[in-house]
């Protein structure tokens, strides 16, 4: 039986695999076929998720992608280590209530620069001759709220607002590279960071959240499908997009 999502014979550098939506994605894609490059600040966690993966030859890369200047050369040398590169997720970023009166200009820039410094400096690196293939997938993880929003958290708002654009602009840029670049965006899913959410929320508040869902609360695997589908063959004509993955949440 043909499989449109197999993706044997390719090396995809995963990014924030350490846990949540980045680990699931991981292990998706190792189930796929897919050699997969965990990326990461904790080495020990990096290290659970590659025992998650299925088949040989993955890579664990502790590295903070605040140092955002080095992460050309970084995927220059990977790429000189692992082969060229056939796709990229970038899974890490910073989610953080800040009340505009409660926010500094240091705790926005430190979203900005995860959420979309890290994504500019790392496509940059991507696309380095020699790093990647042709034809080669870009997908950033965004979210709903670079598209609609609720009090209290105009930093990532803004930085996933931005994502989505640049999104769009690289994705034409690079489309005679043959590099196709997609958001996937989603809702709240159930990972280690929305439970810290939902500690800090009344049994009536966290009821609340669950009604903006109309399909409940998404999963970590919600995500990882549609990283796949836009990764492998069945994404091929498909650029520039934002893929929403929100369980009826903006259809309302």
């Known amino acids: 039986m043909i499989n449109p999502l197999e993706c044997t014979g390719k090396t995809i550098v995963v990014t924030g695999a350490s846990s949540g939506i980045g680990r699931e994605i991981s292990v998706l894609l190792s189930q796929l076929g897919a050699r997969v490059v965990v990326v990461g600040r904790d080495g020990g966690r990096l290290e659970h998720t590659a025992s998650l993966l299925m088949g040989d030859g993955h890579v664990v890369e502790p590295r903070d992608l605040s140092d955002v200047e080095s992460i050309p050369v970084w995927m220059k040398e990977l790429s000189s280590r692992t082969g060229m590169l056939n796709g990229l997720v970038h899974s890490a970023g910073i989610q953080k209530n800040i009340p505009l009166r409660a926010g500094s200009v240091g705790q ?6 995860i959420n979309v410094t890290a994504a500019f400096s790392l496509i940059k690196g991507f696309r380095q001759k020699g790093v990647c293939s042709q034809p080669a997938s870009v997908i950033f993880i965004s979210s709903i709220f670079g598209q ?10 803004a930085s996933k607002g931005a994502l989505n654009s640049l ?46 869902h109309p399909l409940g609360i998404g999963e970590p695997l919600d995500v990882a499908y549609a990283v796949a589908f836009l990764l492998a063959e069945t994404g091929r ?3 520039g997009s934002t893929l929403v993955v929100d369980g009826g949440y903006t259809a309302q």
Do not use: H
């Open 148 to 157: 609609v929003s609720t009090p209290g958290i105009s930093a990532y708002s």
């Open 167 to 212: 999104c769009r602009s690289l994705a034409l840029e690079l489309a005679r590279e043959r590099i196709r670049v997609n958001c996937v965006a989603p809702a709240l899913v159930k990972t280690e960071m929305s439970e810290r959410i939902f500690q800090d929320m009344t049994p009536e508040q966290i009821a609340y959240q669950e009604q903006l």
């Open 108 to 113: 926005f820039e430190s979203i900005m620069r």
């Open 237 to 239: 004509w498909i650029t």
